[in-house]
């Protein structure tokens, strides 16, 4: 299990900005050290444990690009077309090539390894074949035309895949051109994750009058998943004290993690800042952020713990800043930084500077085709169908007081951000 100090998340200042806190975990949360082996097949989303470089050039040999007719650069025509006798037939596949002859062509076909000698490739749509069954070239190709020279992708030697690169389908497609059939990765990071509240029930049991289905621990046990945990679903805790600590406690030893939702805030009947102190240790750190309030950090017998709001919108916003730089840390990732992309406003926004501010917004294609974010038209925090209706956030900086139509703002997709 990860080990970490009581004073990890200690933080001096009253008001943490994003980028504070993003720094602050990538500083002091350590990666778990236990590593395994998966097949490529089970490799997408997992956490490369080592630099791998590559023990063979890509592609492995050089090739033709293109089906149509090798040639020697030296023999190029230079001013009209020239008739070459054909030599040979390479296939995709084809064993060692005897040499090519100086003033002729060889058939050869996309992928087949090129003859030695010859350098140049006509493709076959550009040339003629003479009554005499040569084949007529044109000039004009330039020396090296066609051809895959060995290594041009990737030389023989050179890093590949960095240590801590979280792999998509391509890093595992190029584990495999490589030769390889597995990656050594580090392990899951199992983490536990619990709701608080009175007012929860879970779907499919009794929903009391005054009670509403918990939503958050299913959506935070999903974005945990997209980063490749291992989620223990330990259901919802009520606000009590006693309850509270227990289950918080019983867990830590087992989880790299501990994530709850609901109950930080400052209120009477928010207890996980108490149950959390008299277990472990806990800061509240006030982050510059909307939607958010405060995000509860801690540490239970050496477990990070993290406490997000309860409104869904603002643990949406704060697992996004604080979870997942959480977890990749943990993971041993490289750290993704979130890049907006430009977009168009059309909408008017007011906002206090010193805080960062993600409005929920829609694209659409404006009349001359730019992309333009249209925002949700309601703001509260709560609102499930802001996040449901709407294709990601536009990110207003600490500096930034006030948006107005056709003004550009950075974009970012949902699909991007777990
Ligand atoms: P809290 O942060 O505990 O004060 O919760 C703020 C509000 O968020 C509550 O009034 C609930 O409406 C809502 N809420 C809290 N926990 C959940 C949850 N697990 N799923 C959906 N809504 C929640
Ligand atoms: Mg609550």
């Not at 490589?178 to 709701?195: D, K, Y």
């Not at 400052?266 to 995000?295: C, F, N, Q, Y």
């Not at 926004?349 to 993600?358: I, N, S, V």
């Amino acid at each position: 299990m990860a080990q970490l100090s009581d004073d990890c998340f200690a933080f001096g200042g009253p008001m943490m900005s994003v980028d504070e806190a993003v720094a602050l975990i990538a500083a002091r949360v350590h990666a778990v050290v236990d590593l395994e082996t998966v097949r490529l097949v089970d490799a997408d989303g997992r956490v490369l444990a080592r630099n791998i470089a590559a023990p063979l050039p890509l592609p492995p040999f050089t090739n033709s690009a293109v089906d149509g007719y090798a040639v020697r650069s030296e023999d190029l025509p230079n001013t009209s077309e020239q008739a070459f006798p054909i030599s040979g037939r390479i296939q995709a596949g084809a064993a060692a090539t005897a040499p090519l002859e100086p003033g002729h062509a060889a058939r050869i076909f996309t992928g087949a390894p090129m003859p030695p000698g010859a350098d140049t490739v006509f493709m076959q749509e550009d040339v003629r074949i003479d009554a005499s069954g040569k084949v007529l070239l044109p000039p004009g190709l330039k020396p090296g035309a066609n051809v895959r020279p060995a290594g041009e992708d990737i030389p023989q030697g050179t890093m590949a895949l960095p240590a801590g690169q979280r792999l998509r389908p391509q890093h595992v497609a190029l584990g495999a051109a490589l030769g390889l059939t597995g990656f050594e990765v580090v392990r899951r990071i199992r983490v536990a994750v619990f709701s608080t509240g009175n007012e929860l029930a879970a779907p499919g049991e009794k929903r009391a009058a005054a009670q509403l289905f918990d939503s958050n621990r299913v959506m935070l046990m999903a974005m945990l998943r997209r980063l490749g945990c291992d989620v223990s679903d330990l259901g919802i805790l009520r606000d009590e004290h006693t309850a509270l600590a227990g289950g918080l406690k019983k867990v830590a030893g087992e989880h790299d993690l501990i994530l709850t939702t609901g109950g930080v805030s400052t209120g009477e009947e928010d207890h996980v800042k108490a149950a959390v102190e008299s277990i472990g240790t806990l800061v509240l750190w006030r982050m510059a952020i909307k939607p958010g309030r405060p995000v509860a950090m801690g540490i239970i017998g050496g477990t990070p713990f993290i406490g997000l709001p309860g409104n869904p919108v603002a643990s949406f916003v704060t697992f996004v800043h604080v979870v997942r730089p959480t977890v990749l840390a943990l993971s041993g990732a490289l750290p993704e930084p979130l890049v907006p992309m430009p977009v168009r406003a059309a909408f008017t926004y007011r906002k206090k500077p010193g805080r960062r501010e993600y409005v929920r917004v829609s694209l659409r294609k404006g009349g001359d085709g730019a992309l333009e974010a249209v925002k949700f038209p309601r703001e509260g925090a709560g609102l499930l169908s802001s996040l449901v209706d709407t294709d990601g956030l536009v990110e207003l900086g600490e500096s930034v007081t006030q948006v107005e139509p056709a003004q550009n703002v950075g974009f970012l997709a949902y699909a991007s951000l777990i």
